[in-house]
């Protein structure tokens, strides 16, 4: 059974960083991408960041503008969203998939975690 955990949410203030990490068991990592999406309420949920299995390519969303950085570490089954610089309209819940492509398209993803609550107060 393929598993994977988010962790690391939080409440933070604007401008405010996190770290979010994304653990997966079994051989759910091996050779996919991982993406990170996000889903406000109201709001469907929207793509964020996604990462190679080769660690040589990341794809971000525009309303990223170089606030957050998509890493992963392989060995340890483990990819990772560094969110700095963050703003109130950052806050959602997040999600980490994984899918063969680094593909924006939710439905692209096999495997989805169950979610970490970001809160970003003004």
């Known amino acids: 059974q393929v598993l994977l955990v988010e962790s690391g949410g939080g409440l933070v203030q604007t401008g405010g960083s996190l770290r979010l990490s994304c653990t997966a068991s079994?051989?759910?990592?091996?050779?996919?991408?991982v993406g990170w999406f996000r889903q406000a309420p109201g709001k469907e949920r929207e793509f964020v960041a996604s990462?190679?299995?080769?660690?040589?390519?990341?794809y971000y969303a525009d309303f990223v503008q170089g606030r957050f950085t998509s890493s992963r570490d392989n060995a340890e089954n483990t990819a990772y969203l560094q969110m700095d610089g963050l703003k109130p309209e950052d806050t959602a819940v997040y999600y980490c998939?994984?899918?063969?492509?680094?593909?924006?398209?939710?439905?692209?993803?096999?495997?989805w975690g169950q979610g970490t609550q970001v809160t970003v107060s003004s």
């Open positions: 998939a994984t899918s063969t492509s680094p593909t924006t398209d939710p439905r692209q993803y096999t495997y």
């Open positions: 079994g051989r759910a990592f091996v050779s996919r991408a």
């Open positions: 990462i190679t299995w080769s660690r040589d390519t990341a």
